[in-house]
């Protein structure tokens, strides 16, 4: 395991998107923790204001609250211009923000076992648990995919006027390549030497057309809470492109582990404060540690696995 932080001799500026609970709350604790100046970023101007005032009062000084909805190009360009102004650079960005796309009975979701039990073996017996309309598995994508890149292009003029550099991309197990059927396909995102932004872009396309259509398994894709498991393999795959293209910034993925948190109304395994610890490591990297991988938990794991964890 990683352990070794950065030297604390020159401030650091932070970003975390989603910043006002859960997981990308307690990133936001951890990093102030860890002498960052972070920058509580939630789509809730109230929600997000109240998470702050909680951690300032709990003596962390050094977090302030920005609004930012990552789907509108205009909150994207007030935060910019806020960093700009008032910190002139930016070290960290946590792309903690996501939707899962699906809608949850939560009474037989927990009778369940949570998402633990969400599996392709298992389709069958979740139609009257988990739904996936398109529409939000569309919203799924554009959050979790193209708000994320949308985002992260943004800022990256003021990443790259730190000395040391780092984006963190919260994805998930579900992310990884084990869930695909379609063999071609898997050799795709994996071959990182070929692919391509657009070629992603018409993966994700691909795959809404077979999901409006009813095709997923006539296609090999994932058969339960897709459109999430699509869009964390698109975030991993754009996460390494990202990676090759700016070698002087730390561009890792993290499965933070399952977490006791509203999103999984608390079936989770492991706590917040234990979620958060992946995407902090990773966040506060050495400058020889290792860009362009995927982290279960504080662990570097495959981005293909025979079995997931």
């Known amino acids: 395991m990683l352990t070794s932080y950065l030297p604390m001799e020159v401030q650091r500026y932070a970003i975390v998107t989603g910043g006002n609970r859960g997981i990308g709350l307690e990133i936001c604790r951890q ?157 795709e995102l994996l071959d990182i030497d070929k692919l391509t932004e657009e070629r992603i872009d018409e993966i994700i396309q691909w795959f809404l057309s077979d999901f409006k259509a009813g095709k997923l398994q006539e296609n090999g894709w994932p058969l339960t809470v897709s459109a999430y498991k699509v869009s964390k393999a698109a975030l991993n795959a754009y996460t390494r492109l990202m990676a090759r293209k700016h070698e002087n910034i730390f561009v890792n993925c993290v499965h933070p582990g399952y977490v006791r948190t509203d999103m999984t109304y608390h079936t989770g395994i492991i706590t917040v404060d234990e979620g958060a610890k992946g995407p902090v490591m990773v966040a506060l990297l050495p400058d020889n540690g290792p860009s362009g991988v995927f982290f279960d938990q504080t662990q570097i794991a495959p981005f293909s696995s025979s079995i997931p964890s």
């Open 31 to 187: 990093l102030a923790l860890n002498g960052v100046k972070v920058i509580l970023t939630s789509r809730n101007q109230s929600r997000g204001e109240e998470a702050v005032e909680k951690l300032n009062a709990s003596g962390l000084s050094n977090v302030v609250f920005h609004q930012l909805d990552i789907n509108d190009p205009s909150s994207i360009v007030c935060l910019v211009k806020f960093v700009q102004t008032h910190f002139g650079k930016l070290d960290i960005l946590v792309n903690n923000a996501g939707e899962t796309g699906v809608i949850i009975h939560e009474k037989e979701f927990k009778a369940g076992g949570g998402l633990l039990q969400v599996v392709d073996e298992k389709a069958h017996l979740l139609a009257n648990i988990v739904e996936e309309p398109y529409e939000l598995g569309e919203k799924c994508l554009k959050t979790n995919f193209y708000a994320t890149k949308t985002i992260t292009e943004a800022l990256i003029p003021l990443l790259q006027l730190s000395k040391s550099p780092r984006i963190v991309n919260v994805s998930s197990v579900y992310g990884d390549l084990y869930w695909f059927y379609n063999e071609k396909l898997k050799e």
